[in-house]
């Protein structure tokens, strides 16, 4: 039943959106409850709930865990803690989630025959190439490869949620085009905005890898009051857009704002501190903890 829907970073579901399809209901209809329960998750609603609740609660139990390791930290002093990553959450976080989940996606690809054989010049020929061209810019420039693997992961991460995001459009059959741009502008911006204030940060080094790797660009701090404006702007328009549709058509994708409510929160909070663990629990687990979970399945 889930064969084809564990690809989530490419969503073509909603390709085509037309005009609003909402339908008000009086806000005691249970007419299509059991369809509610049983067709809006991907999975299923306990499912659904762990697959996305876990992160938060292991990014949540990080923090008590850096309390336990030093009780003179304050909350602040942690959030501005600076060093590396330990061992323990290096393995814990990085490998088990993040490592893991790309694995788990070639595991997907290359272990199902079905999957190779469609596709197979797509998923075999990149392989050689990618492999001697990353090879030679690292023999020839470390710091570059890793600037350019850190730039690449960035993209990753703010397009990937965008999947899950359209498995629940889909589930609840939007098809309303402001809907379909909003959405998509919300995930991103989620991500990007912050991305783009670091940029503009004249204190902050680029270290998604903390591996010497660089900022490819810099944004003068003179243009942070739009960058912010922006962002602000995107958080207030989705949220205004969502009590409009519940309080006119009693409608609200759980789902959907589920994902969206983490999305905003972990980037918020990853990007933000210059901790290392604190960084790596919000964003890393989120972002490999569900697609982890549904390859899986």
Request: glycine share 4%; with cysteine.
């Amino acid at each position: 039943a889930m064969e084809r829907v564990l690809i989530v970073e490419e969503p073509q579901l909603l390709k085509k959106p037309t005009h609003a399809q909402y339908v008000k209901k009086p806000k005691n209809d249970q007419s299509d409850l059991g369809y509610q329960e049983e067709n809006r998750w991907i999975v299923s609603k306990k499912f659904d709930l762990c697959m996305f609740g876990l992160p938060i609660v292991l990014a949540c139990s990080t923090v008590l865990v850096l309390l336990w390791q030093d009780p003179t930290l304050t909350l602040s002093g942690l959030w501005n803690a600076r060093g590396p990553m330990p061992l323990w959450a290096f393995i814990g976080i990085i490998i088990a989630f993040d490592v893991a989940h790309v694995w788990a996606t070639a595991y997907r690809v290359y272990l199902d025959t079905e999957e190779w054989q469609r596709r197979f010049w797509f998923y075999s020929l990149p392989i050689p190439f990618l492999f001697f061209a990353t090879y030679f810019i690292h023999l020839h420039n470390p710091t570059l490869f890793w600037t350019i693997l850190a730039y690449i992961a960035v993209w990753h991460f703010i397009k990937q949620p965008y999947g899950f995001v359209a498995l629940y459009k889909a589930k609840y059959k939007e098809r309303d085009t402001f809907d379909f741009y909003l959405d998509q502008y919300a995930v991103w911006g989620s991500g990007l905005c912050p991305i783009l204030l670091w940029h503009a940060s004249p204190r902050r080094v680029f270290d998604w890898f903390n591996s010497a790797e660089s900022f490819l660009f810099r944004i003068p701090s003179e243009v942070s009051p739009v960058i912010w404006t922006i962002y602000i702007g995107l958080a207030i328009t989705y949220i205004g857009r969502t009590l409009y549709l519940y309080q006119t058509k009693n409608y609200f994708n759980v789902g959907k704002n589920i994902v969206m409510l983490e999305c905003w929160v972990t980037w918020a909070i990853g990007i933000s501190t210059p901790n290392t663990v604190l960084s790596a629990a919000f964003l890393n687990l989120f972002h490999g903890a569900p697609f982890f979970a549904l390859i899986w399945v």
